[in-house]
Structure formats: structure tokens, C-alpha cells
């Protein structure tokens, strides 16, 4: 289950459990199986509901992550000098494609702002570039733990911070939010809290806490596909979505506001990222 379990030693020996035989195989194999299900189902309803196409990063995100499943299963199997190097690029591959949940979050979200949503994607875009720039210069193998690691808790941090923004910025604007893409905020937003969470301690733990942790961080990503689920099973119009009158909403204030607190954020991220 690449993409399920934090990115440490411990987590390929879990993996691996879900495939071979030991005492922890039937709790990661329940949980392998869980997580498919509920990937099937949310790919189901979005064909079915249309829901692909209006949000297509995320979509693409579980469908390949649903795809990792048996494609490890065959490396593991048939080509296992070369699961390593299939895992933890796999992982990165897997990290890079949520990023488009974000911009994602920020194109639906600020529809009715076509200037401040072109603002943000610009400043994310260069918030994601510097962060995986500078671990790919630190060292660009990566199919190799400590740099997967790396890329990982760096850009899940940036997610987080992205998403508290932006949550922040629509509580504060009164940015009403539709059905479909609540869900997505709600649940993703957890699910990378969580990872963010999992990241920090994962280093700093060893033993049994270390391995509960490697568990722990399956069940975050089944709260986050269960909640999706829910929001996602029928398509809602989002009501951020609708054209906004600049006349009546203000959109210049909100724009030059949102672009003060875009720009303290980037600041504030590039000294993060350079640290």
C-alpha cells in the first residue's frame, strides 16, 4: 500500500506484510483491502456522477493510487530486487500528483475570484517548485529512503500550511463552499494534518511506537476516503462557483487583501523551505 504508510523501514516491512505471511499480515491486509474498496467505490460514483471531470487532479490521485496496489504486489513478487526503488518512486510520484488536489482546492474555491485564484496558483506553484527543487538538489535518488522522506514531509507541510490558508481566508470572507468540494477540503486536509504528524515522530520514534504510528497512518487515509465518500457520492453545485458581481462583492478588496497574506505566506514558506 505505497502512499498509505509513512515512508520508513518499518513501513516496507508492513507492506511486505500484506502480501507474505507473519502475525501483522491479516490487520494490513484488512486494511489493503478496506482502502481499495473504498478507491473503487469513489472512482464508481465519480464516473457515474460526472464528478471526474470537474475535479480531475483529484480523481487522478486516487486512481493511481489505487493502481499502486497491484503494481507493487507485482514487483514484490516477480521483481523484488527492484521493489525498493519502485516503492519509494512510486511514493514521490504519488506525493507529487496530490499536490494537484491543492491547486485543485484553490481553482474550484475561488471561481468566483478569477484574479485572487490565478494569485494563489501562481504563489503556490513557486512555493511547490522551491521545495522540490531543493530536495531534489540535496540528493535526486529518489527511489532512496531518507530522500523520499525528505520530499515528502517538505511538501505535505506545504499542503497543510495551503490548506489552513485557504480555509482561513474563506471563513474570513464569508466564501461559501459547495458540497462536493468541502469534502475534499475536509477530508484531504485531515488526511495531510495527520501525515505531517506522522512524518515528524516517525523519525524520532523507534519500536513498537514506530510501528503503531505505521498503522495509525493507514487509518487517517481511510477517515479521509470515507469522508470524500460521503460528500462526494452525488454531485452538488458548488456555490463558490457561481459568477461573482464585482459591483456588490468587493472582489478588488479581497483580491489586494488576499494578495498581502499570499505574499506574507510565501515569504514566510520560503524561510521554512530554506531552513
Known sequence: MPCIFPPTRASIRIQRNCFGSGPEKMLSQVILWISVVLESLLLFRGFRQRLT?????????????????????????????????????AEFLCVLLSCGIIFEIYRVGLAAYPGTARMARVVLGLVFGIALVKALISDPRLWMEA??????STLRTVQGVAIVAMVALFLFYSIPLGKNLRGIVMGYGLFVCWSVICLTFASLTSGKVHVLLAYLYPASYLLFLSICLRYLWSYQADKSAKPADPANRGYGRVADATLRRLQDARGYLGKTVGS
Do not use: G, K
Open 53 to 89: 471531470s470537474r475535479y480531475p487532479a483529484f480523481y487522478c490521485y486516487i486512481a493511481f493510487v489505487l493502481f499502486q496496489d497491484p503494481a507493487c504486489y507485482f514487483v514484490d513478487r516477480w521483481m523484488h530486487p527492484l521493489y525498493t526503488q519502485v516503492y519509494w518512486t
Open 147 to 152: 530522500p523520499a522522506t525528505n520530499v515528502e
